[in-house]
């Protein structure tokens, strides 16, 4: 079946940093793959989205390239924040179903 | 702004005090979902709604019912709460539902107690 397998957490960096989460997924078909992030008692909030090969999906200095050669969907950022310490969700959806990964927790030191 | 809004946003109940748990949508979306999210773990999808049609997960406990009395409203019910219930509840919507480039948007969330 569908699945999406993310880097595990959790990933500390410092202020300024660059930044990866790695993500790649199981699929039959097209699906579309987005990035969701959710803050510290807070509900999930799109963070970006892809819907098709070779598309970028970005948002507030977050970008990731759907690649399908490789099954990937990797998160990157230039230069974190501590504002962007948060867990990120990989996910693909298909037909209206959502397979999340199980979320990576990213930590930014000042 | 259009949104998804979750009321309340803490909850607090008793073992097998039932609980009713709120969602309400300004989206005007076709498509309401809850999800079942425990600490450290991804959000797991309970049921949907593509308007008026329920669509159950197989592996959603029977303890858990919902209602859709209107477009902007659904409600998740849990009929005798245990201790395995405690998590946070979150709310989604979509546009249309069954196409793989719709885009979810979720609520806040309740986070549930219980004692």
């Known amino acids: 079946g569908d699945s999406v397998t993310q880097m595990e957490g959790p990933v500390t960096l410092s202020e300024e940093a660059f930044l990866t989460i790695n993500c790649t997924y199981t699929?039959?078909?097209?699906?579309?793959l987005f990035w969701y992030v959710q803050y510290p008692g807070e509900g999930l909030q799109l963070l970006l989205k892809?819907?098709?090969?070779?598309d970028k999906g970005s948002n507030k200095g977050f970008e990731a390239t759907y690649r399908k050669e490789t099954t990937s969907f990797h998160l990157e950022k230039g230069s974190v924040q501590v504002s962007d310490s948060a867990v990120y969700f990989c996910?693909?959806?298909?037909?209206?179903?959502?397979?999340f990964g199980k979320g990576t927790r990213l930590h930014i030191l000042p | 702004d259009a949104m998804v809004i979750q009321n309340p946003r803490y909850q607090v109940t008793q073992f097998g005090k039932p609980v009713t748990l709120s969602c309400s949508q300004t989206l005007n979306h076709n498509v309401m979902y809850w999800y079942q999210q425990k600490s450290s773990q991804a959000p797991k999808l309970l049921f949907h709604?593509?308007?008026?049609?329920?669509?159950n997960e197989a592996d959603t406990p029977d303890n858990f019912q919902s209602r859709r009395p209107n477009t902007s409203f659904c409600f998740l019910d849990i009929r005798s709460p245990g201790l395995g219930d405690a998590a946070m509840y979150l709310c989604a919507t979509s546009r249309e539902g069954g196409v793989s480039t719709d885009t979810q948007y979720f609520g806040p969330g309740t986070r549930l107690t219980v004692l």
């Open positions: 709604y593509y308007d008026k049609d329920f669509n």
């Open positions: 892809a819907t098709k090969a070779d």
């Open positions: 699929a039959t078909g097209y699906p579309s």
């Open positions: 996910a693909l959806n298909r037909d209206d179903k959502i397979i």
